[in-house]
């Protein structure tokens, strides 16, 4: 270890070594002259040199002023296993070896190697201050491939601009030396490096602190870094946006936040594995801060059967379709039919507009909806525009808590910094003291806040199935599902909204508002169920498009939301994935594909050694036609099959194998 990262005993004193628990990873911190910065090793190459970390900041009447050379270091190694409700598995280990750096009195900064990947954070426990910039930067030995996703708002490149976004674009793929410098890069990000090493960037802990993007050097050519930037906290907000719902940011101020007595900055991740072991990656979850609720039995996750991608456009029933009553009524019908635990009303049961949610339209009656629900043993979760919730958020959570509705889905958020990031944090925490779910969105990718409050179940964050309405064959939606499982959702949890049951092959599709369909074939879509992680997932389309196929429906209504055990079997980054989960003694194996056509091979014991002779096998894979008509598909139950499972899936397909032992 010294030897590789060139360490001196005449160093010592201003260099330090910390090791991963297998040895594995090595990072090398150095402190020079008040200044800090890093390498990391990874089986003995470099992945990042001479990254630096700084802090600028003022407390009480104290001069702006950076951080100080170290004044000493504490050492620990941390084994423990924490549970994690709600997730891709019942529990995970947190086990790293850990150094801490003294730099003043009040201000350290805590350092964790882990066999996963590399992270470090600031903590402050001095008195109140302002934050004007944190240093954060990403040096790189290569000009490596780096696949990143752009704030989305118009191309900007001002920047005040560019701090508002609703986290929903594709990834680009290009070298380091190639990414617009005047373009900003939201988290997750994905480095290619050598020997099949990926490296994904992102971060955790972020409460009551602005979100990090990433944005290259603007010198041409390689230059070896990307720096991170963080939006100014917001002097002057006025009302306005969608609908009158959000809050328009129209002065600045010069410094990113305002720190109480006591703040833990966020950890800043670097994930480090193969493709595979990356798609397992469990730091952001890890490196959330414990449970605030005690009690988390009331917390229920589960399906949605949701109205507003099918546009509340149900067909062979006696009244008009809209948002009313009686349309209601049939989704809660549905749900309750097929075991579906809640149902969504989207935007538009409140008056729009009017950014109060007691405003709620003639046509629905709240509370006999919700008692009609109870009644057939489904929930209610209602839409909320971000400044109508936030405006009287203590009110609306008593109010509809006490009604007996289950939860919110909080929208239109478009911001993190400061104010926005603490807004989650009230939201979780009331939403909590009334036992509500919480599903964020026009949000932020997750980080760490679904451990602190499991109430919060599901984030958007993620160019999801609703794009499909507007978005065409330009967007390849295809690679981009098989790009997030390794990127977007290293950082936790997202609401996709699969479940589409119209669906398009490459010479087919088309956007549609009305009647939505999804590029890719059925068995593409039933797959993402397994191979996407969402506590709190739709069923998207129309009641009357699933009852077409009860069977289907049926299947696709009883795959779990949370699990005991994930694996990742196989899979390329925007390639294909095919993914294993199993609830209890069930395991689910799910596979997805861009538009090229592929078989892959499952052989069982890779799934799991224990399962025994006795079992079946229910399979649903592309039809014979499903390259022509993406709804094209077979199903089909196989018993004790030993032989390892050759399957092929379409261009845009999937397939999935439901697995029931004895």
């Known amino acids: 270890m010294v030897l590789t990262l060139g360490l001196s005993a005449g160093a010592k004193e201003k260099e330090w070594a910390l090791a991963s628990p297998n040895g594995r990873l090595v990072a090398r911190i150095v402190n020079d002259e008040g200044c800090i910065y890093y390498f990391v090793a990874y089986d003995g190459d470099y992945l990042i040199t001479a990254a630096s970390i700084g802090l600028r900041y003022t407390t009480g009447n104290n001069a702006e002023q950076w951080h100080t050379a170290a004044k000493k270091v504490s050492r620990r190694t941390i084994d423990e296993t924490i549970a994690s409700p709600f997730s891709r598995q019942t529990s995970m280990r947190n086990h790293c070896n850990e150094m801490t750096m003294y730099l003043k009195k009040d201000l350290s900064i805590v350092f964790r190697a882990y066999n996963e990947g590399f992270a470090y954070r600031f903590v402050w426990e001095g008195k109140p201050g302002k934050v004007f910039e944190e240093k954060v930067d990403y040096s790189f030995p290569h000009n490596w491939l780096v696949t990143v996703s752009y704030v989305s708002q118009f191309d900007s490149t001002d920047r005040t601009i560019q701090y508002c976004s609703s986290f929903e674009s594709q990834y680009k793929t290009m070298r380091l030396e190639e990414l617009d410098p005047q373009r900003l890069c939201f988290l997750p990000i994905m480095v290619h490096c050598d020997n099949g090493i990926k490296m994904c960037i992102t971060e955790s802990s972020l409460c009551d602190y602005p ?65 595979t072991e990356i798609a397992m990656n469990n730091l952001s979850y890890l490196l959330g801060e414990p449970s605030r609720v005690e009690d988390i039995s009331w917390i229920k996750p589960g399906k949605v059967a949701w109205d507003w991608w099918n546009n ?32 969504i009303l989207d935007e538009g049961w409140a008056i729009n507009g009017k950014a109060d949610l007691f405003q709620v339209v003639p046509e629905i009656d709240l509370p006999m909806l919700v008692n009609y629900a109870k009644e057939r043993n489904v929930g209610i979760i209602l839409w909320a525009g971000y400044y109508a919730f936030d405006r009287d958020m203590e009110h609306v959570c008593q109010h509809y808590s006490a009604m007996g509705v289950k939860g919110f889905k909080v929208d239109f958020m478009d911001r993190d910094d400061q104010i926005v990031t603490d807004f989650y944090r009230r939201t979780a925490e009331t939403c909590a003291r009334y036992h509500l779910v919480v ?65 398009g092959c490459r010479n087919s599709f088309h956007p549609c508002w009305n009647e939505p369909m999804s590029q890719g074939t059925r068995c593409h879509q039933l797959a993402l169920y397994i191979v996407l992680e969402s506590p709190l997932n739709m069923l998207c389309d129309s009641p009357t498009n699933y009852e077409k196929e009860p069977d289907y429906t049926r299947f696709v209504a009883e795959i779990p939301t949370v699990w005991d055990e994930t694996r990742v079997l196989q899979g390329e980054v925007g390639e294909y994935i095919v993914t294993a989960r199993r609830k209890d003694n069930t395991w689910y194996v799910g ?56 399957l092929h899936l379409a261009p845009g397909g999937g397939f999935v194998a439901k697995i029931t032992t004895e």
């Open 312 to 343: 509340w456009n149900i067909s062979g029933v006696p009244f008009e379709a809209g948002i009313n009553n009686d349309t209601y009524k049939h989704y809660i019908d549905f749900a309750s039919k097929y075991g579906i635990e809640y149902v």
């Open 439 to 503: 599903d964020f969105h026009g949000a932020f990718k997750p980080a760490g806040l679904n451990r602190t409050f499991p109430n919060v179940l599901n984030f958007e964050g993620v160019f999801g199935l609703e794009q499909m309405r507007w978005a065409g064959l330009e967007w390849d939606q295809m690679r981009y599902d098989c790009e997030i499982p390794f990127i977007r959702q290293s950082a936790g949890p997202m609401d996709y909204t699969q479940g589409a049951m119209l669906n």
């Open 591 to 646: 596979g997805i594909t861009n538009w090229t056509a592929r078989d892959v091979e499952i052989a069982l014991p890779t799934v799991d050694q224990n399962i025994g002779s006795n079992y079946t096998i229910e399979l649903y894979t592309d039809g014979a036609n499903a390259h022509r008509r993406g709804s094209d598909y077979s199903h089909q139950t196989i018993s004790s099959h030993l032989a390892p499972l050759t």
């Open 211 to 275: 979100g990090l993007y990433l944005y290259k050097n603007p010198r041409p050519g390689f230059a070896g870094t990307i720096y991170g930037e963080h939006a100014p906290l917001p002097r002057r907000v006025e009302q306005g946006g969608h609908n009158n719902l959000q809050l328009i940011v129209k002065e600045r101020e010069n410094y990113i936040a305002e720190m109480d007595r006591t703040k833990h900055f966020p950890w800043r991740i670097m994930m480090v594995g193969t493709a």
